[in-house]
């Protein structure tokens, strides 16, 4: 089915007198497909809430055209906090500015969290660098991430310097270099911090890669933690403890039955299985766990949340799809 171009808000119970059971997807169910409008317990107008989670793409390295490369933006108010830079990430916020995500302009994409160096998570960021600004950004892109960060977006740039360099010397009324990243190699802790938000990084084990974050935003109305991608981890679990979005990868247990045995090595070290999950929320308790850059290998979005209820969770859980917002 293709994705609506409306897209959803869909929120978890915030009132502590509503059961989580009423407001969870049903066992075998799957809240917020694209195109729906769901208040899931939120009173008032969903767009009343501060604090947005964007799914800008939801996509894996497979060529799925439904999901585009993995970006998240966390949207306060006028201000846009983008994690990772999946490909097409600036055409993606436009799709979700037309949708109704005022604030995702191209001049406001100025801030990236990047959980980890894979491809598919940064083959956007010449993107980020450079389109943005020739749109005329005001400033720098601010490019937080893992030791290599550095070396990556310098050797974008200089990729890129034929184009640069006709920018700024041709005919084009550009005079500005804000297609430069100023990088941030970071540790785990506080990252990031101004009037509107709190970024936290966490160290999470993606199987062979020396460094790889999760990421803790806190606004003035909402906590999100987002996993990136990871072996289960309890550090996720505590870092949210509650909070309103848990936003985590996952994979189709059922489906790894049958994938070949060097891929099933390489999935269960790098990558969490709807069955790890369903433990891990059941510890982390969010108000809404949303899956994201799903491993479907054949299964749905359905199949994902029914796996996750069999393993034994009952909080509310959605599958997420491009353009869905939270």
Request: proline share 5%; hydrophobic share 45%.
């Amino acid at each position: 089915m293709r994705v609506s171009r409306r897209l959803l808000f869909v929120f978890a119970a915030v009132a502590l007198s509503i059961p989580a059971a009423r407001t969870a997807a049903g066992p075998g169910s799957n809240v917020g497909k694209p195109g729906d409008v769901s208040h899931a317990g939120q009173s008032g107008d969903a767009g009343n809430l501060r604090t947005k989670v964007v799914l800008l793409g939801t996509g894996t390295p497979n060529d799925d055209p439904e999901r585009w490369g993995p970006a998240v933006a966390v949207v306060v108010e006028s201000q846009v906090y983008l994690v990772d830079a999946g490909v097409g990430v600036v055409r993606r916020a436009a799709a979700a500015r037309a949708a109704g995500v005022k604030a995702l302009t191209a001049t406001s994409l100025n801030r990236v969290f990047l959980t980890h160096l894979h491809s598919d998570h940064t083959l956007g960021l010449p993107d980020l660098m450079l389109s943005p600004w020739v749109l005329e950004r005001k400033a720098p892109l601010d490019v937080f991430g893992p030791a290599g960060t550095a070396d990556m977006a310098s050797h974008i740039e200089a990729a890129w310097r034929d184009d640069i360099a006709m920018r700024l010397y041709g005919l084009e009324p550009q005079r500005t270099r804000n297609y430069r990243a100023v990088v941030h190699e970071i540790k785990p802790g506080r990252v990031y911090e101004d009037d509107h938000v709190k970024v936290d990084a966490i160290a999470v084990t993606h199987g062979s890669w020396p460094e790889a974050f999760a990421y803790r935003f806190q606004t003035s109305d909402r906590t999100i933690v987002l996993s990136g991608d990871t072996r289960p981890n309890d550090a996720i679990a505590a870092a949210c403890n509650g909070c309103d979005v848990l936003m985590h990868e996952v994979y189709s247990a059922e489906k790894f039955k049958i994938r070949p045995p060097e891929w099933q090595r390489y999935h269960a070290a790098f990558h969490t299985s709807t069955i790890e999950l369903a433990a891990l929320a059941a510890k982390a308790r969010p108000r809404v766990l949303v899956l994201y850059h799903q491993l479907f290998w054949g299964a749905t979005d359905e199949d994902l949340v029914k796996e996750i209820r069999a393993a034994g969770y009952q909080g509310a859980v959605m599958s997420g799809q491009d353009l869905h917002v939270y």
